[in-house]
């Protein structure tokens, strides 16, 4: 159980372009999903973290004009890299968690994204 | 602001050995501490959670210890495998304002060479 998907798992765009990513809960309602970023050689970073039918909460740094993040229902979120730049490069992974999980947050495949 | 740090960053052994990984953070006030394991481009497998009120936490071969006090984790992996060669994640959970937040270490890379 605890199932946790994202899609696609790599991408490539155009600088200037727009990109969403999707987080899917597969076996579990989703009452809370996080976004991280991990540079190479780097640590994951939380971007934001967003309850169901709320808004979600930026980190500091993190623009949330540039980083949409929807959580419309319980099994699905997606973060939208818009007017990507080359620097937004990275691996975006995302986390859920709700009740069924007893709050654990469980991990998805993670998205690589590639902006040439 | 807590940071954490894992020690060392790389580390290659011969199939068989016992190996410890070393994880420090910088703020003793965590909710509880959590070791993962990532494949390379994959996204991450939790090992083992240790509550903060906790000191150990075992499955199988991995036995992880806690000492808030200190701001110390570590990982031991008895008789390892090459299948445990992966980044080895270390992350704390803090609670703040109402929200759960995992600040991670830039992980340990091990290779188990056969």
């Known amino acids: 159980g605890a199932v946790v998907s994202q899609h696609p798992s790599r991408v490539i765009c155009k600088s200037g372009t727009s990109v969403k990513i999707e987080c899917r809960s597969l076996?579990?309602?989703?009452?809370?999903m996080f976004w991280y970023r991990q540079f190479p050689k780097q640590s994951l970073m939380l971007m934001a973290t967003?309850?169901?039918?709320?808004?979600?909460?930026?980190e500091q740094g993190v623009e949330k004009d540039k980083f949409l993040i929807n959580h419309a229902s319980l099994t699905l979120s997606t973060l939208t890299v818009t007017s990507a730049h080359p620097e937004d490069s990275s691996f975006y992974i995302c986390?859920?968690?709700?009740?069924?999980?007893?709050?654990?947050?469980?991990f998805g495949p993670g998205t690589r994204l590639t902006v040439t | 602001k807590q940071e954490v740090t894992q020690i060392p960053a790389a580390l290659s052994v011969p199939e068989g050995e016992n190996l410890v990984l070393n994880c420090s953070f910088t703020?003793?006030?965590?909710?509880?501490l959590q070791w993962f394991r990532q494949d390379p481009g994959k996204g991450l497998t939790s090992l083992l959670l240790?509550?903060?009120?906790?000191r150990e936490q075992t499955s199988g071969r991995l036995n992880a210890s806690l000492d808030k006090s200190s701001g110390r984790s570590t990982l031991y992996i008895a008789a390892s495998q090459p299948g445990d060669s992966a980044t080895y994640l270390c992350?704390?959970?803090?609670?703040?304002?109402?929200?759960?937040?995992?600040?991670f270490g830039k992980g340990t890379k091990l290779t188990v060479n056969p």
């Open positions: 986390s859920a968690r709700g009740p069924d999980t007893l709050y654990e947050q469980y």
């Open positions: 076996d579990f309602q989703a009452t809370t």
């Open positions: 967003s309850n169901e039918g709320s808004k979600a909460t930026y």
């Open positions: 703020d003793s006030a965590i909710y509880n």
């Open positions: 240790i509550q903060s009120s906790q």
């Open positions: 992350a704390v959970i803090l609670y703040q304002g109402g929200s759960e937040k995992l600040v």
